[in-house]
């Protein structure tokens, strides 16, 4: 079964068309990557998904429901990591799990036992009572990692999970990630590191200015059309891939 389908999708902010007539299909236990640059539509096709906000035109519907039909039960289905840190500055590490799962209805005690357990699994658990503004920015990236599970989704929407992050702090994301892969979460996630596409998806959607320029598997796309995505990018768009 598909845990997402998008049809003839449409995103237009007042004059200008951010995601143009995509089309995508993401199976269960999936890792699904969207590969691009700055403005090439992705956060918005993320939101969308996450019922963040509703398609112009077109239609997405996830784990069979149309995201403007119940958004509700796509929430709590779904755990999302949001592009920018929206970590709550005034609560602790431990707070910000455990205050996030009210909107889950999750119980009080079984909530602290989830957040241990994630806690252990992003190796934060000695910061569990530090506020926010003390972890590195790769320990805020993983505690907003660890948030995104505090409902144990099916599904795990990520906006560039490691971006500015340094190579150590990327690998440990990536590592956490594998796990999820292999308990067979599925995976979303944005990005413009090639090397993110290459390690983490199964298949990957390269898309430039709103539209989907193709969609395949980064092996198949690297056999193809060039040596490396970075050179597959390039050929396809006629842009290179910008990455820092
Ligand atoms: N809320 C918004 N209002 C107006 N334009 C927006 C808004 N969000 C994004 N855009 C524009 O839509 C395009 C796609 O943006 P976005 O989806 O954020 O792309 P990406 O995540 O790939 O960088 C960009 O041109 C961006 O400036
Ligand atoms: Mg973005």
Redesign the pocket.
């Known amino acids: 079964m598909n845990i997402v389908t998008a049809k003839g999708l449409i995103k237009d902010?007042g004059g200008?068309r951010?995601v143009d007539n995509i089309e995508f299909e993401i199976t269960r236990g999936e890792c699904f990557g969207f590969l691009?640059p700055?403005?090439?539509?992705?956060?918005?096709t993320m939101s969308i998904i996450f019922c963040f906000m509703p398609p112009t035109s077109g239609t997405v519907r996830v784990f069979d429901i149309d995201v403007t039909e119940d958004p509700g039960i796509i929430k709590s289905r779904t755990g999302v990591m949001p592009q920018d840190d929206n970590l709550d500055p005034d609560l602790s590490v431990f707070e910000n799990l455990t205050v996030y799962a009210r909107y889950f209805d999750i119980a009080k005690r079984d909530s602290a036992a989830v957040a241990w357990k994630l806690l252990d699994f992003i190796e934060l658990r000695e910061k569990a009572n530090v506020t926010i503004k003390s972890l590195s920015g790769g320990m805020k990236r993983r505690l907003l990692l660890a948030r995104a599970l505090m409902n144990r989704p099916e599904l795990l929407i990520m906006d560039e999970p490691t971006t500015g992050l340094d190579p150590r702090s990327r690998h440990s994301v990536w590592d956490n990630l594998n796990h999820l892969k292999a308990n067979k979460t599925t995976l979303i996630l944005?990005t413009h590191y090639m090397e993110e596409a290459e390690k983490l998806c199964d298949r990957v959607a390269i898309m430039d200015a709103g539209k989907i320029v193709t969609t395949d598997t980064p092996e198949h796309l690297v056999n193809t059309h060039g040596v490396n995505l970075e050179e597959v990018y390039l050929k396809l768009t006629g842009r290179k891939l910008v990455t820092d």
């Open positions: 902010y200008l951010a691009g700055n403005g090439a539509g992705k956060t918005t944005t």
